[in-house]
């Protein structure tokens, strides 16, 4: 078995990590370990999540409409006024 060593660990990132370590009955290594684990084997999910920027990037050009801006406001306005719903009150 192959053993690792870690330099340079941040003082308040090892206090974290001990202290999730002892509420979880793991000793610091158990809970390097563990968590490494973890995330290797979600990896892929979270390469494939996509950022806001990403996601507000594939928006852009999504609302294209060949209407005027005045159609689709009548419209919207239209479709308001139809609702039997809201003439009743909720």
């Known amino acids: 078995m192959a053993n ?3 330099k340079g660990v941040d003082d308040a990132l090892y206090a974290q990590l001990k202290a999730l370590a002892a509420s979880e009955n793991r000793s610091v ?3 390097v370990l563990f968590l ?3 995330y290797l084997a979600k990896r892929h999910q979270i390469q494939a999540t996509k950022t806001p920027a990403q996601v507000l990037l594939e928006l ?3 609302w294209d409409d060949i209407r005027p801006a005045r159609q689709i406001i009548d419209e919207l ?3 308001r006024r139809k609702s039997e719903k ?3 009150g909720l």
């Open 4 to 6: 690792l060593q870690i």
């Open 29 to 31: 290594s158990q809970q």
């Open 36 to 38: 490494l684990k973890i």
């Open 60 to 62: 852009s050009g999504s």
């Open 77 to 79: 306005k239209t479709g």
């Open 86 to 88: 809201l003439k009743r």
